[in-house]
């Protein structure tokens, strides 16, 4: 199975070293919208422009796209969904639906399978919400993020006025934590649930408690937030404040039985993550495999986490799995 | 959809109160070896013979196998398989393939589809090692059961003579899950991961002594683990070891990364259960649910928990799958 990559930043990066942990996928080249002999990737693949990609038909069996979300995959996996088998994390939740279509209209025009918004949110933690509610339909879902950097809103920081870096990490509160593991039903709103931490690196001379006060009162990021927001140097930005890691867990609280005799039920299921692109990355590779076997099957058009058969990311066979894993 | 139970112990019990729970199921029937006018079912559901079984075909869509896996299912999901959809809890791992096999078959003469080996572990605990494996292909499982009664320890224990009754509990040592969860890989066997609590109620004037060495000292079963001895009244037994909840977890810890710079990542799967039959019956009857949607699409024969994808157990559409939980 050859597989190329769109993109080589963090993502593409963790793309590039976990297929090497697989044996049945080969990396056949990474493409760039950079000049390609600036990049230096860490293994012996060849570095292609964006303009060589439309050879590739034919050669590559599964395009990875590493690109971000706001602005690069929503025109990027529709495009090559039409010549390509293609896979994306794509992760704006209140515009999936329509990625969703749109890449499903071109995997079908072209024959191809894609598969999108894979990783961990969306991704794995999707697929728990599914089980969890299909399985105990009367209970209530608690997602919980962190400790880790949001990307959103370190950006959304950083378009202050007078900001020069910033990032935030979203901090899960552990007692209210707690009291979802003892499968208590907590009925507080979902911004008390976390803490936001900032730390912000400013121009020289600026009103800090300025500052302070926009990103505290940012409506949707940081209003209905406890958060806390501290002033430090670009130096100790770089040295202190650089981790990829995060993490998160997802449970389902839920009771069966008889109304006059109910049993309570926890599903926890937690991610500690050391590098979060590598994780994501790691999963995409897996379910780049699935794409594969799909249309090798015959099978055309978007399929999202929630359509693939666990058995498709497995390497092995089915009389395998049964007797290995089942 | 319409869905029956073969078996009315815990489990079948648990089935009639999960299917109440569905929108999108009714339940015709309870089937029973005993005479139907003992039972005395928690709805207002019918309770037929064994062989009012015959009559269903064409009236029940799926049904869902209640029996023991020592003696019942072997020989009853291989026989309706052929006549109905079918679907049970098989937990002898040693023994999945060939059970697999038999009941494959018949499914594929009657045209109807089967699901073995649904419930916890076997079923949501396997799953949960193929998708670990399958993201984080370097890297270790570990399994912990418990707290909780194990059928098959207690069963062995009632076997010795002089032994009126007797419970295990098979219970996770805390100091190796916490090292597990740090992301520690833990080297020790997997018996030393487990105690087991050993609850007996035993003839008057028997010789303790002898009875405590020969269930410490039973092959496979005890002598290769930190095994404890109490020996109780009957009434001591019903009333304090009476329980039916369990759980466990499952744990991925996996490395990404290049040789030379690997990070570390943690996946944990945690059930916490206060009723173990409510549980494992809750799981059936949403995998009740993909039975009977994978046969109106026109497939046959035998399926895992591996074959199923995700959004075969849940009642909603694709398109709000996408749109509220993805």
Same mark, same amino acid.
Request: hydrophobic fraction near 25%.
């Given at each position: 199975m050859k597989v190329g990559i769109v993109g080589y930043g963090n993502l593409g990066k963790g793309v590039e070293s976990a297929?090497?942990?697989?044996? #049945?996928?080969? %990396?056949i080249g990474i493409f760039t $919208? $950079?000049?390609?002999?600036?990049?230096?990737?860490?293994?012996n693949v060849k570095i292609y422009t964006m303009n060589a990609i439309e050879r590739m038909v034919g050669i590559i069996d599964v395009f990875i796209l590493c690109g971000g979300s706001a602005k690069d995959l929503p025109k990027q996996t529709k495009m090559l969904a039409k010549y390509f088998n293609v896979i994306d994390s794509y992760d704006v939740h209140g515009n999936i639906y329509n990625h969703f279509k749109e890449v499903d209209s071109a995997s079908k025009s072209g024959k191809h399978i894609s598969i999108i918004s894979i990783g961990w949110d969306p991704?794995?933690?999707?697929?728990? $919400? %599914?089980?969890?509610?299909?399985?105990?339909?009367?209970?209530k879902d608690y997602t919980f993020w962190g400790k880790g950097i949001s990307q959103g809103h370190s950006d959304a920081i950083r378009k202050i006025d007078g900001v020069l870096d910033a990032r935030e990490y979203t901090i899960p509160k552990k007692k209210i934590i707690e009291g979802v593991k003892q499968g208590k039903n907590i009925d507080v709103a979902k911004n008390l649930y976390h803490i936001r931490e900032c730390y912000v690196v400013v121009k020289n001379g600026i009103d800090t408690k300025k500052i302070e006060h926009q990103i505290k009162t940012m409506p949707y990021y940081f209003n209905d937030y406890e958060t806390h927001v501290h002033f430090i140097t670009q130096t100790e930005m770089d040295e202190n404040y650089n981790q990829l890691s995060h993490g998160g867990s997802i449970f389902r609280n839920g009771v069966t039985?008889? #109304?006059?005799?109910?049993?309570h039920h926890t599903i926890e299921y937690t991610l500690k993550l050391d590098s979060n692109p590598e994780f994501t990355a790691s999963v995409l590779v897996a379910y780049a495999r699935a794409a594969y076997r799909l249309q090798k099957e015959g099978q055309t058009g978007c399929r999202t986490i929630f359509d693939i058969a666990p058995c498709y990311l497995y390497e092995s066979s089915r009389e395998e799995l049964i007797k290995k894993l089942l």
């Open positions: 297929v090497q942990h697989t044996k #049945d996928m080969e %990396l $919208r $950079r000049n390609p002999a600036c990049i230096k990737p860490k293994t991704g794995l933690f999707s697929l728990q $919400r %599914l089980y969890g509610q299909a399985i105990l339909p009367k209970g039985g008889y #109304d006059h005799e109910q049993h």
